[in-house]
């Protein structure tokens, strides 16, 4: 376009020096081309520079548009990332407060646990101290049925041995008599027959009709027996061997007052193999006569002095289900656990455990 314009320039100064020189043909021919160019000019400029400034008016009504909507990014980006600096912080604070209530709770079960293990320890002090005086009383009671058992005995004793020597006395008497029936019918013997008469029964009392003696002699051998309760079965040490089976089968048959002495008599017996088998099944006769007190203190004898023996595990459970029967069941559960912690992988610890779920 600027070429063109300056050719017209030229044009036009270049025909004021020619005018004067140039013919009218000339003249018309500049003046036709002149509205040529003209014409040119003018359709360039409804051709080209109308859609240019259409087109420049558009572009700056685009550039608008898009300052317009870079501002709006721009702001959305700043609030973006206003917003990811709070998340951030709420997130720290987040953290720092879930850390602080894991702490909190750590702390609060551990004190927990320990208040529990104390709680427990001390229960379990108390029961031991509880059966030790139960067992305590139960053993002095025992020391003092023994004692007067005992004390019987000797009466009877007593009895016994006065009742033989009213049978010796009466035996001699009965033999002077017979001497003087004899000395009367030989008052014609001479004087030293009649003293051997009269001496035989007075120097030897021994030697006494057989008749009186086999009275005293089964009348002393009724003290030498021990005293034996009314129902009582009991299994003499030279039959312990085979008294354990005699005992059971009288267990198995519900005899239990019987079954109970006869395992007492095995217990009581040093040389016998099955004293903590014994001890066990008293308690389990106690158990069965529903004499739960009594069975709880038997089994802890058991636990207490035999605690390695194999029947240990079942004396503790079974000390736990007495406690159970007796509506106990806070101490029943602090010894299912303990049955739990000390006879791990036992069929006694399974049995716990289910009885334990079940409270």
Not at 88 to 99: D, G, M, P, V, Y
Not at 119 to 140: G, P, S, Y
Not at 332 to 353: C, T
Request: with cysteine; hydrophobic share 35%; proline share 2%.
């Amino acid at each position: 376009m600027k070429k063109s314009l300056l050719k017209f320039a030229l044009l036009l100064s270049a025909a004021t020096f020619l005018v004067s020189c140039a013919s009218r043909t000339d003249v018309e021919d500049l003046r036709y081309q002149l509205r040529i160019v003209n014409k040119k000019i003018s359709d360039m400029k409804s051709d080209t520079v109308a859609p240019l400034q259409k087109r420049q008016a558009a572009a700056f009504g685009h550039m608008d548009i898009l300052e317009q909507d870079i501002m709006q990014l721009k702001s959305q980006l700043e609030e973006s990332y206003h917003l990811n600096q709070q998340l951030r912080e709420q997130n720290k604070e987040l953290a720092t407060s879930i850390s602080n209530i894991a702490q909190n709770e750590a702390i609060q079960r551990k004190e927990a646990l320990q208040k529990m293990e104390e709680l427990q320890k001390e229960k379990e002090a108390k029961l031991t101290q509880l059966l030790n005086r139960r067992i305590q009383q139960q053993e002095n009671g025992l020391k003092a049925i023994q004692r007067a058992r005992i004390k019987e005995a000797e009466r009877r004793a007593q009895e016994a041995s006065l009742a033989a020597q009213l049978a010796k006395n009466r035996s001699i008497s009965a033999g002077s008599r017979v001497s003087t029936r004899r000395s009367a019918k030989h008052i014609k013997a001479t004087k030293q027959k009649k003293k051997h008469s009269v001496v035989s029964p007075a120097t030897a009392p021994g030697t006494t009709p057989s008749k009186w003696s086999k009275n005293i002699s089964q009348k002393t051998t009724i003290v030498d027996k021990p005293a034996i309760t009314r129902g009582a079965v009991r299994i003499p040490p030279s039959k312990a061997g085979n008294g354990f089976a005699q005992a059971n089968k009288l267990y198995n048959r519900k005899k239990y007052n019987d079954a109970y002495n006869a395992f007492d008599d095995i217990a009581t017996d040093s040389s016998s193999a099955n004293k903590v088998d014994a001890k066990y099944m008293m308690g389990e006769c106690l158990f069965a006569q529903k004499e739960y007190d009594k069975a709880i203190m038997q089994y802890q004898k058991i636990i207490a002095q035999h605690s390695t023996h194999n029947k240990a595990p079942a004396a503790m459970l079974k000390q736990a289900m007495a406690f159970e029967k007796l509506a106990d069941k806070d101490t029943a559960k602090v010894i299912y656990k303990k049955v739990l912690k000390r006879h791990r992988g036992s069929s006694e610890a399974k049995i716990a455990q289910t009885r334990l779920n079940n409270l």
